[in-house]
T-cell receptor, first 113, second 112 residues
Framework: DAKTTQPPSMDCAEGRAANLPCNHSTISGNEYVYWYRQIHSQGPQYIIHGLKNNETNEMASLIITEDRKSSTLILPHATLRDTAVYYCIVRVSKNQAGTALIFGKGTTLSVSS | EADIYQTPRYLVIGTGKKITLECSQT?????MYWYQQDPGMELHLIHY???????EKGDLSSESTVSRIRTEHFPLTLESARPSHTSQYLC???????????FGSGTRLTVV
């Protein structure tokens, strides 16, 4: 099972910042936090990831608490096209050869005008 | 422009038929993955591969099998399709630790 907890749904007004929280209290020191989103059952789209520092790219910002037990994805100016299911994922080590992402239920973000 | 391709996009097939879902990527990624997703539900990892001739089963038990003979191809096969196999199958690839996954558009399978 995914080791993250997210609210099942959130609403946001168009043009406002959307702040999506995620708890990952059992995260270990070498595990990254990844954020993906999925629109209309299309293939998930990578948004951003981080280890312990805050990260920003052209899509979003990722704020990770100092103890790394939680994080927040920020969409600075939400648009209607940002309506999607957002997944917060902690990479799970499968074996020495590498890791695999384990998805949870995610947060359904609804952006309205 | 997609760098990972899945075919077919939609497939309706009768019970008992053998099917192969294709997944190809042009990015030279060593790591590839198959996920299964029922409508409105989360993705479940069913198979993954870390390179040629390497395949592992994922967290969700699946009657499907996979092969990895070439880096760019990671086909998934169902020897005898059943209605319980009706689902969406998503393929992904990754360059490795610390990198994101690139997903294909998925194959929506319906077994009647």
């Amino acid at each position: 099972d995914a080791k993250t907890t997210q609210p099942p749904s959130m609403d946001c007004a168009e043009g406002r910042a959307a702040n999506l929280p995620c708890n990952h209290s059992t995260i270990s020191g070498n595990e990254y936090v990844y954020w993906y989103r999925q629109i209309h059952s299309q293939g998930p789209q990578y948004i951003i990831h981080g280890l312990k520092n805050n990260e920003t790219n052209e899509m979003a910002s990722l704020i990770i608490t100092e103890d790394r037990k939680s994080s927040t994805l920020i969409l600075p100016h939400a648009t209607l096209r940002d309506t999607a299911v957002y997944y917060c994922i902690v990479r799970v080590s499968k074996n020495q050869a590498g890791t695999a992402l384990i998805f949870g239920k995610g947060t359904t973000l609804s952006v309205s005008s | 422009e997609a760098d990972i391709y899945q075919t077919p996009r939609y497939l309706v097939i009768g019970t008992g038929k053998k099917i192969t879902l294709e997944c190809s990527q042009t990015m030279g990624h060593d790591k590839m993955y198959w996920y299964q997703q029922d409508p409105g539900m989360e993705l479940h990892l069913i198979h993954y591969s870390y390179g040629v001739n390497s395949t592992e089963k994922g967290d969700l038990s699946s009657e499907s099998t996979v092969s990895r003979i070439r880096t760019e191809h990671f086909p998934l096969t169902l020897e005898s399709a059943r209605p319980s196999h009706t689902s969406q199958y998503l393929c992904a690839s990754s360059a490795g630790t610390g990198r994101g996954y690139t997903f294909g558009s998925g194959t929506r399978l319906t077994v009647v």
